[in-house]
């Protein structure tokens, strides 16, 4: 069953055309990671989706419903929309615990102790149930992204965009960022863009080059990684996979 | 002789104390409510309602707060409107003190990220629930410097109400002074030091509050 369905979606900033006409579905719990070279408008894709930056052409569709429709409540649907940021977007004035349950309290309008005891259970399931009380700054950069893959969690969303979750991370603390959402892998869907090349080839039920605002290639990654039909896609897999650990992809 | 008027007229002395409090409480109070809401105006309403609290500023902190009290008290009775002198300075000095405000608030909303937005929405708030839960937070705890400074202006400028006749601490010292123009000195170095007193135990609560409220990660270290 088709969940996430992206119709021939445009988006420039100013005069700079950054999407050129990017069309793709995704299945219910699928995971897919989008690779490609910087600027070509992988982090706008994602915030096309849940319309932090609306596409100025096409259509995005989730479970049936059009988002990019003006008159659909995009507030509702971004409920069922979880979204990771590379540079995290904790709220600085709330503990761990609070991060993860102010979308249950003041959007789902849960009761306080039932919103905590939730938030409590996502952080546990991001291993930080520790954690809960401390703030964002007492917090390393592994932790904080997984406080914010918790609090997209909380939400019960049916899909959760991961924005280069760890490009912003000490190279010692990916690893956990990454084993949470390994562990995510079939129970939410989830659309990542990343680096991670191991991880992709591992993880991905499908891989996204894209390049120049467009799709070049997309398959499983292990048509992708050994087998590419496009030159441009075995060229930038093989010098990135050099780059990023792609021995561990095994 | 002397000593005995003074001591005599310590209890009009605290009489106008109550009323440069009560001058400053209400004044602020609504300087901070209209302060908040114009800099959120200014940064979230559409372009027009934006410029228009722009207008507001910029007329409201280019006025002498002397000829705002005159234009509010005696002005507006020309047309019509009668407010009392108390009334007409709470007006005078909340609605100054809310364009200095304003620009505190702004400052702080512009020094917190914009990714903090972006994360709200990505729950599912709306405009409203976001800047509610997740900017105005932020934004009050980072303007208690900036607040606490505008309170002791605002504490201080309530001696000029005394120019159209409200009875505050100021004017019942210019009463004194007129019974007995020995005690000026005197009387007026009491003054000084009954407003220095209340400045300085306020900006004291105000730090403590300052440091309570504190968002961790975002203290001032000193560096000597």
Redesign the interface.
Same mark, same amino acid.
């Given at each position: 069953m088709v969940m996430l369905e992206v119709k021939n979606v445009y988006k420039s900033y100013g005069d700079v055309p950054i999407l050129k006409g990017v069309t793709f579905t995704m299945q219910k719990d699928q995971t897919k990671v989008i690779i490609g070279p910087s600027g070509t408008g992988k982090s706008t894709l994602l915030r096309c989706i849940n319309q932090l930056s609306p596409p100025d052409k096409g259509q995005v569709w989730l479970n049936g419903k059009e988002i990019t429709d003006p008159k659909s409540d995009i507030n509702k649907m971004r409920e069922k929309i979880g979204f990771v940021f590379q540079d995290f977007n904790l709220f600085n004035h709330l503990t761990a615990l609070r991060n993860v349950s102010i979308g249950l309290e003041k959007v789902k309008k849960m009761e306080k102790d039932a919103a905590h005891k939730r938030a409590t259970q996502e952080l546990t399931r991001v291993g930080l149930e520790a954690q809960a009380n401390q703030y964002p700054a007492q917090l390393s950069g592994g932790q904080k992204q997984r406080v914010g893959i918790a609090r997209a969690l909380a939400m019960e969303p049916d899909i959760i965009l991961f924005d280069e979750p760890t490009s912003a991370l000490d190279p010692e603390l990916i690893g956990d960022v990454l084993d949470v959402m390994k562990s995510l892998c079939g129970k939410v869907a989830m659309l990542i863009v990343t680096h991670e090349m191991g991880f992709a080839r591992n993880v991905a039920d499908e891989i996204i080059f894209m390049e120049g605002g467009v799709i070049v290639e997309q398959g499983p990654p292990k048509e992708m990684f050994t087998n590419a039909r496009i030159a441009r896609t075995r060229e930038f897999l093989g010098r990135i996979g050099a780059l990023y650990g792609e021995e561990e992809g095994g | 002789m002397a000593l005995d008027t003074l001591i005599d007229s310590l209890p009009s002395l605290l009489n106008g104390l109550g009323v440069t409090l009560l001058l400053t409480g209400f004044s602020i109070i609504l300087g901070t409510i209209l302060g908040v809401l114009l800099a959120t105006g200014r940064s979230y309403a559409s372009r027009p309602v934006a410029y228009l609290v722009f207008i507001y500023e910029k007329v409201l902190r280019g006025i002498p707060l002397l000829v705002l009290f005159f234009l509010i008290y005696f002005g507006l009775s020309q047309i019509g409107v009668n407010l009392d002198a108390f009334t007409a300075a709470v007006i005078g000095l909340g609605l100054r003190s809310s364009a200095y405000q304003a620009q505190i608030y702004r400052g702080a909303i512009n020094s917190i990220?914009e *990714? #903090?937005i972006?994360?709200?929405?990505?729950? *599912?708030?709306?405009k409203i629930?976001a800047i509610r839960?997740?900017i105005m937070? #932020?934004m009050l705890?980072l303007s208690i410097p900036g607040w606490s400074n505008e309170f002791t202006i605002l504490l201080k400028d309530t001696s000029l109400a005394f120019g159209i006749g409200v009875i505050e601490l100021m004017r019942q010292g210019r009463y004194i002074q007129v019974r007995d123009p020995d005690l000026v000195l005197i009387v007026f170095l009491l003054i000084a030091l009954i407003y220095f007193i209340l400045v300085f135990s306020t900006n004291n609560i105000l730090r403590y509050v300052e440091k309570k409220y504190q968002?961790? *990660?975002?203290q001032v270290e000193a560096h000597r």
């Open positions: - | 990220p *990714g #903090q972006h994360a709200a929405y990505s729950l *599912g708030m709306n629930k839960h997740v937070p #932020q705890r968002m961790v *990660g975002y």
